[in-house]
T-cell receptor, first 116, second 116 residues
Framework: SQKIEQNSEALNIQEGKTATLTCNYT??????LQWYRQDPGRGPVFLLL?????KEKRKERLKVTFDTTLKQSLFHITASQPADSATYLC???????????????FGTGTRLQVTL | GAVVSQHPSWVICKSGTSVKIECRSL??????MFWYRQFPKQSLMLMAT?????????EQGVEKDKFLINHASLTLSTLTVTSAHPEDSSFYIC????????????FGPGTRLTVL
């Protein structure tokens, strides 16, 4: 079965530094991979989607890379701020079996804490 | 961006009672909605996929007679937890896929269920 691992349960960094989060997956070759942010007691919020033919994608201070050979995605937050503190989830869209919709499957999540 | 709402945002009920949670897509039509459950410090686990006008597809290990899903319209899906027990206490999150934007999935704010 599909396995999606985010190798750090928690990551603490100092304000202004770059945070790098890792997502590894097995047993599948996804057409795209997504990153979400989740704050305590809230639903996930979509951040970025990167397709299999894209090596890198950027959005403001966020950067995502996608290495389909290594089966890995890296998520970077540059010039991190305390407001970036949250749990970050990667997700893969698993294709459907006949007659059903594809399913978004989430990784274990990394809790990022940015301190002053 | 597209908005998904959930109601109620939290509910406390006695063991043995049934609880209904509503999920609405406010400004788009969703042929497919998904229900997730999240326990503390864990990632989102897909419970079922709900398609408008047809029966829901449940993930392995999820009891369809306990978690009743109805997707009566393109903007509303409901999850009813029947005969709730304390172990059903969790954070329930729905999401909806915009039929006009194939890859994008939007999440509701979640419903915190506590069964006493």
């Amino acid at each position: 079965s599909q396995k999606i691992e985010q190798n750090s349960e928690a990551l603490n960094i100092q304000e202004g530094k770059t945070a790098t989060l890792t997502c590894n997956y097995t047993n599948y070759s996804p057409a795209y991979l997504q990153w979400y942010r989740q704050d305590p007691g809230r639903g996930p919020v979509f951040l970025l989607l990167i397709r299999e033919n894209e090596k890198e994608k950027r959005k403001e201070r966020l950067k995502v890379t996608f290495d389909t050979t290594l089966k890995q995605s890296l998520f970077h937050i540059t010039a991190s701020q305390p407001a970036d503190s949250a749990t970050y989830l990667c997700a893969l869209d698993i294709p459907a079996t006949t007659g059903t919709a594809s399913k978004l499957t989430f990784g274990t999540g990394t809790r990022l804490q940015v301190t002053l | 961006g597209a908005v998904v709402s959930q109601h109620p945002s939290w509910v406390i009920c006695k063991s043995g009672t049934s609880v209904k949670i509503e999920c609405r897509s406010l400004d788009f039509q969703a042929t497919t909605m998904f229900w997730y459950r999240q326990f503390p410090k864990q990632s989102l686990m897909l419970m079922a996929t709900s398609n408008e006008g047809s029966k829901a597809t449940y993930e392995q290990g999820v009891e369809k007679d306990k978690f009743l899903i109805n997707h009566a319209s393109l903007t509303l899906s409901t999850l009813t937890v029947t005969s709730a027990h304390p172990e059903d206490s969790s954070f329930y999150i729905c999401s909806a896929r915009d039929r006009s934007r194939r890859d994008e999935q939007f999440f509701g704010p979640g419903t915190r269920l506590t069964v006493l």
